[in-house]
């Protein structure tokens, strides 16, 4: 009974939160938008930049980087091998 009680209620604030966001037409300012987009550029223009301060860099991963002692962390975890598709080897593709 009470995990019926608690889905109905989860279902109800679902709803509330609905019909307050669809009841007031919120119009964005043009600055408040062109900010947003700023940000996303910016925040993007970033990555290549951190990857590379961490060790992840075109020619491999950087001795004695953070980069290194990740790829490490991981090989021991995985018995002496970076498995693909792993975060190591994620961010060494697109930090190369």
Not at 52 to 66: C, E, K, V
């Amino acid at each position: 009974m009470e995990a019926s009680a608690l889905t109905s209620s989860a279902v109800t604030s679902v709803a509330k939160v609905v019909r307050v966001a669809s009841g007031s037409a919120v119009v964005l300012p043009l600055a408040r938008i062109a900010t947003v987009v700023i940000g996303g550029v910016v925040a993007m223009a970033a990555v290549p930049m951190v990857l590379s301060a961490m060790g992840f860099t075109a020619a491999g991963i950087a001795s004695s980087s953070i980069a290194a002692k990740m790829m490490s962390a991981a090989a021991i975890a995985n018995g002496g091998g970076v498995a693909s598709g792993s975060l190591v080897a994620t961010l060494q593709s697109l930090g190369a």
